[in-house]
């Protein structure tokens, strides 16, 4: 199986790569620099036609036709399931693991991007978008908070997809001008996935991608 991980420097391209690495697998990286409008080049969004990276690409050795995914979740849930790892099989730890990876798809990844939006890159930044968007992140951070009191990881006890899911995002936690003291527990399961190898390797891909 060839593999090809195309993304930047991303909190949802850093989901990709470090679950790429937490999975041990064998892959080439495409940069695609979203700066400079590279994710809208032909060959791009003729596997992605929404014009957004990560996208991941498998090929396998018998000649079928590639299998080409896009959205972070969706990858997520793809590798998880193919390499048998990092998503719970027993359908109530599951289903519980898979409520906490949509919190980190669906209210903290947008909700950090609006805060950056509102705070840093948008030209006019009215002060009530600016509160209600980081209001939004402050409600979402007090709810991982308080989860992380009473286990282990976002999905439960183990360390799985969840976590891999929120730790990019958490990483950017000064786009919502955020302080991870304020919200120890997350703090603590922050540094603690934030030590592991795969997450460190993971979270420098693309090399030399920078945001500014």
């Not at 195309?6 to 041990?24: D, F, I, K």
């Not at 308080?146 to 997809?161: C, F, S, T």
């Not at 969840?162 to 990019?168: G, N, Y």
Request: aromatic share 8%.
């Amino acid at each position: 199986m060839r593999r090809t991980f195309y993304g930047w420097a991303t909190p949802n391209s850093n989901r990709v790569s470090v679950m790429l690495e937490e999975c041990g697998l064998d892959y080439a990286v495409r940069g695609v620099n979203i700066r400079r409008r590279e994710q809208f080049a032909p060959e791009i969004l003729a596997l992605n036609p929404y014009g957004k990276v990560p996208i991941l690409v498998e090929e396998a050795e018998d000649g079928s036709p590639p299998l080409v995914l896009f959205e972070s979740g969706a990858i997520l849930l793809h590798l998880a399931e193919t390499q048998g790892m990092l998503l719970p099989r027993e359908p109530r730890a599951r289903a519980e693991a898979m409520a906490w990876l949509m919190v980190a798809l669906t209210s903290l990844g947008p909700y950090t991007g609006q805060a950056h939006h509102w705070t840093e890159l948008a030209p006019e930044k009215p002060e009530a978008a600016r509160a209600h968007s980081l209001a939004l992140v402050d409600r979402v951070y007090r709810l991982l908070d308080g989860r992380l009191a009473r286990v282990q990881h976002l999905g439960g006890d183990a360390y799985g997809i969840a976590d891999i899911a929120a730790f990019p995002w958490v990483a950017r936690h000064g786009w919502a001008a955020r302080r991870l003291e304020e919200t120890p527990n997350l703090a603590r399961w922050f540094a603690e996935v934030g030590a592991r190898p795969a997450v460190q390797r993971g979270m420098t891909k693309p090399e030399g991608a920078r945001l500014e």
